[in-house]
């Protein structure tokens, strides 16, 4: 007997504007991943994707070349200790707060955070409405203050696929150092001349789309 599965949504086009600064092939974190929707899209971009979710049927029914960790993120300690760091982290429409130290200290040096969810003032136009699912004006900025580099932010209002009030962030963790800089440089955009003696690095470059 056949198994069908219902076709999973288009991917977040925050998450799609932004995977070409995620490293080719690298590992990715999609919290709270739900069916997979986006699971899917970077596993078909060729990153190593882990999704967790502590809905265990979801988890179960992740589209193929995901892997798949059943994990509950607001209970006990943080559930993924030995996974390792990421090249990037993906968390959409989901938010508990005491995860935020975890999900930066995940990252790895050049690792990326892109995170978008629901914001102060959806409460006027439905779910989710409770303060503690949304994030207040410029908290992302906050929380990622003195560790990532913000590449992009945006806090507004979506009309579609219905309207609400939005946060969304994508931020890098440096590689520390001259040579982490000229590394992060030369994988960008073009690069320029190498650095002599005594001179001093160039700023990473992080292509932006459009």
């Known amino acids: 007997m056949t198994t069908m599965h219902s076709p999973l949504a ?3 086009a925050w998450l799609t504007r932004w995977t070409h600064l995620i490293r080719p092939g690298g590992r990715v974190l999609d919290l709270a991943c739900g069916s997979g929707r986006h699971a899917a899209w970077l596993v078909g971009h060729g990153f190593a994707v882990l ?3 502590r809905d265990a049927e979801a988890v179960a029914g992740l589209p193929a ?20 760091q990421f090249d990037a ?12 130290p975890h999900l930066l200290d995940a990252l790895a040096p050049g ?4 995170y978008e969810t629901f914001a102060a003032g959806n409460e006027t136009l439905g779910k989710p409405s409770r ?7 410029g908290e992302l900025l906050d ?19 219905k309207a609400a009030y939005v946060q969304r962030i994508c931020a890098v963790r440096e590689v520390a150092g001259k040579e982490g800089a000229r590394g992060a440089a030369e994988s960008g955009a073009e690069s320029g001349a190498e650095s002599g003696e005594g001179e001093t690095a160039p700023p990473p470059r992080y292509p932006l789309p459009g």
Request: charge should be negative; charged fraction near 20%; glycine fraction near 14%.
């Open 65 to 84: 070349g995901v892997t798949g960790r059943v994990a509950d993120l607001e209970q006990g300690s943080w559930p993924l200790a030995d996974a390792g």
């Open 131 to 137: 303060p503690d699912f949304l994030l207040q004006p």
């Open 10 to 12: 288009a991917p977040s």
């Open 89 to 100: 982290v993906v968390v959409t429409n989901y938010l508990h707060r005491p995860l935020w």
């Open 111 to 114: 690792g990326l955070l892109i």
């Open 51 to 53: 999704g967790v979710d």
């Open 143 to 161: 929380v990622t203050r003195g560790r990532l580099r913000v590449v992009g932010y945006e806090d507004g209002t979506l009309t579609a696929p």
